[in-house]
T-cell receptor
C-alpha cells in the first residue's frame, strides 16, 4: 500500500468509447503524474501537475485528457483510443516536483479493442 | 540527463546479498542517482537515492564510486519477494524520471 490508489485496476474499452481513469492520494503531496507503460517498453511520462496546475505535457495525443480538480485527485479521460494505446497506466505523486521520492499506484491495465 | 547502463538480468540465491551494478560515466556534479524497482504488474517502488556519499536505509544500501561514474545497489539478504526489475536513474530535470530497461533480478530458492 503506497497511499496512491488507482481505479479501475483493469479496463477494456472499445475504440469509440469514452472512459476515465482515477487516481487518488492522501499523502498530502502537491505533485501528481501520469505514466504509460507499454509492453516491453520503458515507462513514459505523460503529464505532470504541480499544485493542480499542469506543468508538463510530454507530447501526448489529445485523445488523452488529464484533469486535476485538487491536489489529491487526478483523472485521465480517454476517448477514441487506438489498440496501440493498450498499456499499464500508472499514477504517481511526490511531495513536490523537486522531490526524488515518488509513490506510484498499482496502475490501470487498459485494453483497447 | 546522464545515460545509465545496467545488465539486463541477474540471479541471486535467497538469503545472499544481491549486488546490482549501474554505470553512469557521463554523470554531472549536480545529478543524483536514484533506484526504483518494479515487481511484476505493480507500480514502481522508490528504494534509495544518493549524490556522492554511500547511503543506507531499511531496504538497501547504495554504494557510489568516488568518481561517481558507477554505483551498486545492495540488497543485503535477498528474499523471493525481491524478484523484480530494478531501475537505476540519473536525474537532473526535476520531475522526468527516465526509466530505462533496468535489471531483471531473479531471487532463487
Amino acid at each position: 500500500e503506497t497511499g496512491v490508489t488507482q481505479t479501475p485496476r483493469h479496463l477494456v474499452m472499445g475504440m469509440t468509447n469514452k472512459k476515465s481513469l482515477k487516481c487518488e492520494q492522501h499523502l498530502g503531496h502537491n505533485a501528481m503524474y501520469w505514466y504509460k507503460q507499454s509492453a516491453k517498453k520503458p515507462l513514459e511520462l505523460m503529464f505532470v501537475y504541480n499544485f493542480k496546475e499542469q506543468t508538463e505535457n510530454n507530447s501526448v495525443p489529445s485523445r488523452f485528457s488529464p484533469e486535476c480538480p485538487n491536489s489529491s485527485h487526478l483523472f485521465l479521460h480517454l476517448h477514441t483510443l487506438q489498440p496501440e494505446d493498450s498499456a499499464l497506466y500508472l499514477c504517481a505523486s511526490s511531495q513536490d516536483i523537486g522531490r526524488p521520492e515518488a509513490f506510484f499506484g498499482q496502475g490501470t491495465r487498459l485494453t483497447v479493442v | 540527463d546522464a545515460k545509465t547502463t545496467q545488465p539486463p538480468s541477474m540471479d541471486c540465491a535467497e538469503g545472499r546479498a544481491a549486488n546490482l551494478p549501474c554505470n553512469h560515466s557521463t554523470i554531472s556534479g549536480n545529478e543524483y542517482v536514484y533506484w526504483y524497482r518494479q515487481i511484476h504488474s505493480q507500480g514502481p517502488q522508490y528504494i534509495i537515492h544518493g549524490l556522492k556519499n554511500n547511503e543506507t536505509n531499511e531496504m538497501a544500501s547504495l554504494i557510489i564510486t568516488e568518481d561517481r561514474k558507477s554505483s551498486t545497489l545492495i540488497l543485503p539478504h535477498a528474499t523471493l519477494r525481491d524478484t523484480a526489475v530494478y531501475y537505476c536513474i540519473v536525474r537532473v530535470t526535476r520531475y522526468d524520471m527516465r526509466f530505462g530497461a533496468g535489471t531483471r533480478l531473479t531471487v532463487k530458492p
